[in-house]
């Protein structure tokens, strides 16, 4: 009876950890993708190359640690990248109105 309560209580305790896994963030990788679309609209690796490949590679890393199911670490990279891509695209804008580009 002993050994039945204890497997019985590992069972559980497996199951509840199972049960806590982080969410996985689709949303974050979402934005990061829209904000890259949208710096690419304006030409950001041109005009703010730095911000706009920072960008890109947080991206990658994030899909990587996304596909090895490290949510967290993914969720980070892809936030990196979001904001990144944002960087990139306001300084392109800025950087092309102040070259007489019309947007």
């Excluded at 002993?2 to 199951?15: Q, S």
């Excluded at 949303?27 to 949208?38: G, I, K, P, T, Y």
């Excluded at 703010?48 to 996304?66: M, N, T, V």
Aim: charge should be neutral; aromatic fraction near 8%.
């Amino acid at each position: 009876m002993k050994l039945g309560g204890i497997v019985t209580a590992t069972i559980l305790v497996i199951l509840s950890q199972g049960c806590v896994s982080t969410k996985a963030p689709v949303e974050e990788f979402n934005l990061a993708v829209v904000a890259l679309d949208a710096a690419k609209e304006v030409q950001a690796a041109k005009y703010a190359g730095g911000y706009y490949h920072k960008a890109e590679e947080s991206l990658r890393r994030g899909q990587i640690l996304f596909q090895n199911r490290e949510y967290d670490k993914a969720r980070e990279e892809f936030d990196i990248a979001r904001k990144e891509a944002e960087k990139a695209e306001n300084a392109a804008r800025v950087i092309r109105w102040k070259n007489g580009e019309v947007l």
